[in-house]
């Protein structure tokens, strides 16, 4: 029996984001709750008594224990939790976790993965975990991509991470559309449509020309100016273009084995979908807050293990 | 003979700058004033006062002839002058100008360049002028690169821009250094270094890969992260990746004719000049004020035919 009495709390705590779920001994989810304390606030309020506050707003015992990702174990977060080396296990995440004492409470805290190559340095923290809940284990051959800020593709091979790449897609779209001339562009429809034919059309040139990115980034400028492109669509071209570059980096990177695999959710899921389906890449989609959650319940297990007269479902 | 009275005033008046020559009839700079009056500037304050202020500053004659190139004669600025549709020559750029009238004084603002094409909109203004200025006369095919916050690749074809195209990359600079997870590495040593090894081998790579731009941005973080780069190179990483991928972009966009041309002054110059070395393209560097100066001079010479009697030199 799984039972209503939560087994573990489980929290995705990324740069801007906390999340945070009450499981069962099944690893359902019993309760939720997401909030904005991100890195910032929790440096500001202290990390175990943002942590505790949630827990209370949930009413979790005292002792429940937690399982934690993501930039909470950065150098400039709770505690680091050091880097695992690419290429790396994924079910070696969770041996790599580091213990922090909070008052009575058992609580761990993930580590990323470093790929320590001077010709391609990258990290990750928070993807490692979400890749530990769809591939842990698996077998074969993958490429997965989890879009974001820093949108990330990753081989996974044989239940190990073999490399990955970090795109600064989602950070590229906020910075030029906010501080650069393309503002005046998106000024009256600031988001992209994975539906509209100038997205797709973005999407379809960036990939077949990369090399022409940052051309086609003023072009999403001119064109407005000459009148030659609907203003409505400068968001869409924007997005396609950066998203298409980012598809013929990640396979001249990361290769293009037989199954992609996408982790995404709401707006990034769709704009993700459009592109791939745009470019021809075959993917299929899992939900990105799920594999998190399910990353963090499979390192809870190897944490604290169910009694032998309480077996998992 | 030229003599030491002004034939008229030549003006570059860009988004961020003003510049004002005042030549005799032989072109030779009598007198010269550099202001930081661009376009927001000129806006609040009016641009006939911001000239006349500068003239008189300068004691030019009440009735001396102006003649202006640059973002004055953009939609946002004095008065529109009209964009010539490439593929354009570049001795009708004169002809395209507009008139103002200041008071007695004929001031003539000379018009920008449009490549209506859908597939490639793009716009200069001010870039015509210093090409007037290089190539007015000359014949045969040339790739022109005039960098900047907007960075120009031109193919010249028997006097004519035959088509070229806009790479954003100094403005991805500033706005990657100021506004994203890239200040934090540039935080110590914002400038890049045209001398650096690191300069040169981004530059190199990132030609050589341009599909991986905006990885290789990233990896500017992720290597500083690591300890495996040197943190006092990450401007210099950031600016020879961006640089690379413009290389890349303008081989592809506007093609590679046997000579190549820098137009470009100061820390841009020395920056592009060590990138183009880097990846063995041969180029000759022409200044780009002097060339600026000159393709004014030429279109005053259309403007005010010199006297029979006075002829120049």
Redesign the interface.
């Known amino acids: 029996m799984t039972g209503d009495h939560p087994y573990c709390a489980a929290v995705d705590w990324g740069t801007t984001s906390f999340r945070l779920w009450l499981l069962d001994r099944g690893g359902a989810v019993l309760a939720e709750r997401r909030g904005d304390e991100g890195m910032t606030t929790a440096r500001e309020r202290g990390f175990a008594a943002v942590l505790e506050s949630r827990l209370a707003g949930l009413k979790a015992p005292a002792g429940l224990p937690v399982v934690v990702c993501g930039m909470a174990g950065s150098k400039q977060g709770w505690r680091e939790a050091p880097y695992l080396d690419a290429p790396a296990r994924l079910g070696d995440v969770p041996a790599g976790a580091i213990r922090v004492r909070d008052g009575t409470r058992d609580v761990r805290i993930l580590p990323g993965i ?10 990750m923290r928070g993807e490692e975990t979400q890749l530990l809940g769809a591939f842990g284990g698996s077998t074969g051959a993958r490429l997965a991509c989890l879009p974001g800020t ?1 949108s990330k593709w990753v081989r996974i091979e044989n239940g190990a991470v073999a490399a990955f ?5 989602g ?2 779209f906020a ?2 559309a ?4 393309l503002a005046h562009s998106l000024g009256a429809a600031p988001d992209a449509d994975p539906e509209a034919p100038a997205f797709r059309d973005a999407a379809r ?1 960036s990939r077949a ?7 086609a ?3 999403v400028r ?2 407005g ?2 009148g ?2 609907d203003p409505a669509d400068a968001a869409s071209r924007l997005s396609g273009t ?1 998203i298409g ?2 598809l ?2 990640a ?3 990361c290769g293009q084995p037989s199954a992609a695999t996408l982790i995404a959710s709401g707006r990034l899921k769709a704009l993700y979908e459009g592109a791939l389906a745009a470019c021809g890449v075959e993917a299929e989609t899992l939900d990105a807050d799920d594999a998190a959650r399910r990353g963090l319940f499979a390192a809870a297990r190897r944490f604290w293990p169910l009694e032998p007269e309480d077996p998992a479902p």
């Not at 470093?114 to 990290?123: I, S, T």
């Not at 790449?165 to 897609?169: D, P």
């Open positions: 470093a790929q320590r190559d001077p010709a391609r340095p990258d990290v820093h790449a970090t795109f600064m897609t950070e590229l910075v030029l906010r501080h650069s001339v040139s020309a990369p090399e022409g990115l940052t051309a980034l003023f072009a001119a064109g100016l000459l030659l492109h950066l570059a980012e013929a980096g396979s001249s990177l």
